[in-house]
């Protein structure tokens, strides 16, 4: 297991961080500035189609559309789930010492995550795309777990839906062939997503020894749970609409395509590893892990 300093320590630095290192992605992108011809919007070898028999039959202008809605449905993805970390957040710092640093920065984090939120929305705007999400039934059940989830599986589950984003983000946002108006929101994504991905794994560190034997399996459950209808949700079915592929059979290639599998793993690479460490991943719940092609 890792080990963590004092919160309150931690927390401090990040405060400061978050002091020297913030954007206003008002006045941080350019919002007017044309879309680039021909570029696509994400790496074409990372979308949910790239080696399949559907991929074979688009043209180069609908793979650079598909990508625009893919991305776009990440991005809708992302930000239902910083909604419910905002609440999830909210209701932590409930219970804490607002004259502390600890509560301060999850206070910090809520405004960050705001900002993030507003952002993505403002960017499937410029994109003109319809509205993507996850599915009803994650959308509904989403409604107990923000308003429950506590201790390790809640910052454990932040992280698998933070870091698998993250690692798509960091291959994009200095790569010339990408949309600059997504580069630059990946950008500011990452350096700041950096602070919380910090906050969270020192949170899962200082609150998995306390566990007793029940409370790791329940934790571990919930936090496979949770990060399978995540990680299953981010490319919504209805995005192949956009190239003329029906939403079943879309989603039914995609599941079956050992490329978009390996993208998972690839996505989960960092996470996964810190995980295991420490005990959020194992026992019958692995099984969870797999069928979401994560591990």
């Not at 963590?4 to 401090?12: E, G, L």
């Not at 932590?92 to 607002?98: E, K, Q, R």
Request: charged share 25%; glycine share 6%; proline share 5%.
């Amino acid at each position: 297991m890792a080990q963590t300093r004092d919160p309150d320590v931690t927390a401090q630095r990040l405060l400061t961080s978050s002091v020297r290192n913030s954007f206003d992605p008002d006045l941080d992108v350019d919002w007017e500035a044309p879309l680039a011809e021909g570029k696509y919007f994400m790496p074409p070898e990372r979308m949910s189609l790239y080696g399949t028999r559907l991929w074979d039959g688009l043209s180069e202008e609908q793979r650079i559309e598909l990508s625009k809605h893919e991305i776009a449905s990440i991005m809708s993805v992302g930000l239902w789930f910083e909604i419910i970390l905002i609440q999830m957040l909210a209701r932590y710092a409930y219970d804490l010492d607002p004259r502390g640093a600890h509560a301060q920065y999850a206070l910090t984090e809520i405004g960050d995550e705001t900002r993030h939120s507003i952002m993505f929305a403002r960017a499937a705007e410029r994109l003109g795309v319809p509205k993507y999400g996850a599915p009803r039934i994650v959308h509904n059940a989403a409604r107990l777990f923000k308003a429950v989830a506590s201790g390790p599986s809640m910052f454990g589950s932040v992280l698998v839906a933070e870091e698998t984003t993250d690692r798509l983000q960091r291959s994009m946002m200095d790569d010339e062939n990408i949309q600059p108006l997504i580069r630059s929101v990946n950008r500011i994504h990452v350096v700041e997503e950096a602070r919380h991905v910090r906050y969270a794994r020192e949170e899962v560190s200082r609150t998995m020894p306390k566990l007793s034997k029940a409370g790791v399996r329940m934790h571990r459950t919930r936090t496979a749970v949770v990060s399978f209808a995540v990680v299953d949700s981010l490319v919504d079915s209805n995005i192949y609409r956009s190239v003329g592929i029906a939403p079943a059979e879309g989603r039914a290639a995609a599941l079956a395509n050992p490329h978009f599998h390996q993208t998972r793993r690839w996505m989960a690479e960092k996470i996964v590893p810190f995980l295991r460490d420490e005990g959020l991943i194992g026992g019958r719940s692995i099984a969870l892990w797999h069928k979401a092609h994560l591990i």
